[in-house]
């Protein structure tokens, strides 16, 4: 499919930002970190610059936000049964509807949790 002048500008700006910017792998960790810290004004400014460019990255944001809203609504119990893979049926249920109310990624975690 031909690309439109539009999508090619867009295409050459978001290489320009990358090439200037830390890579993904670095981003990741920038993520991970960004949920358990506040980041600093340089860290959050290459972070807001790699997400307009970056839309992988930008996705794994919001997974991990959504994520993390999961964890937060479980208890010590929960978690446990979580990581051996023992989460009951009324936990899954819980969790579930505390996140379809409150995020956009529903159906991802959905699966996640079976
Ligand atoms: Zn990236």
Do not use: W
């Amino acid at each position: 499919m031909e690309m439109t002048t539009r999508q090619k500008l867009r295409r050459e700006f978001n290489r320009f930002l990358l090439r200037r910017l830390p890579p993904c792998k670095e981003i990741a960790m920038l993520i991970s970190q960004s949920l358990d810290r506040r980041l600093g004004l340089r860290e959050r400014l290459v972070l807001r610059l790699h997400l307009v460019a970056c839309r992988p990255c930008e996705r794994y944001l919001q997974q991990s936000e959504f994520l993390s809203s999961a964890i937060d609504v479980m208890n010590d119990d929960e978690k446990e049964a979580l990581y051996e893979g023992a989460l009951s049926a009324s936990a899954r249920e819980r969790i579930k509807s505390a996140l379809r109310s409150a995020a956009p990624l529903a159906a991802f975690t959905c699966l996640f949790l079976g």
